[in-house]
């Protein structure tokens, strides 16, 4: 029986130590995801939209931010003081990308439909953003985050974590996300003109 026990033991460590390094943790890269279905809408034309897959590997040489959302009609403006934000302060796209990937498996009974909708009206008006459905839920197992939230994930340029959280963020998190972003562009900034100077 012991014996058993120390298996059982030593097999919930094991998991406990793979779930434990999928967390998105500040300082850390972000642990890879992959979305294939349906993937990232990619817009062709004025309002055709295929669909792509998409991964983390994309989140590379702009500093990223990055909002998984539950596919909830309310969610979305769970933390809009932050994204509005994001629009007043107008950084250039040179050194800022916005990604939004929305879960599709936590949604309402009869709204997927509403909710694919309105990520292609998005897309069209914030062409210059990534959106990504994820139909199976994959992010959110994958990087343990709640139900019915929204998380926001700051990357620098090399896919560090700079900022997480999983919920609203109140004034004080919105203004350091702020302070990280003009940091983080200040730095490329200055790398881009030593660049230009060795050149």
Request: aromatic residues 6%.
């Amino acid at each position: 029986m012991s014996r058993l026990l120390s298996g059982l033991v030593i097999l919930y460590l094991a998991m406990t130590a793979i779930i434990g390094q999928a967390q998105v943790v500040v300082g850390k890269p972000i642990p890879p995801l992959e979305i294939k279905k349906p993937g990232e809408l990619i817009l062709e034309g004025e309002d055709t939209i295929r669909y792509q897959p998409w991964n983390t590997g994309l989140l590379v040489g702009k500093v990223h931010v990055v909002q998984y959302l539950a596919g909830r009609l309310g969610v979305k403006d769970m933390n809009k003081a932050l994204t509005d934000a994001l629009e007043s302060k107008n950084f250039a796209d040179e050194y800022l990308h916005n990604t939004t990937i929305i879960n599709l498996d936590d949604t309402l009974f009869g709204t997927a439909g509403i909710v694919n909708s309105q990520l292609k009206g998005n897309k069209i008006k914030y062409w210059f953003s990534s959106i990504v459905a994820d139909r199976e839920g994959d992010g959110a197992t994958l990087w343990q985050l709640k139900p019915k939230s929204s998380a926001i994930i700051l990357l620098s340029p090399d896919s560090g974590v700079l900022f997480f959280k999983d919920g609203k963020l109140d004034e004080l998190e919105i203004n350091q996300v702020l302070d990280l972003i003009q940091r983080q562009i200040g730095q490329l900034q200055k790398s881009q003109l030593q660049a230009d100077a060795a050149r």
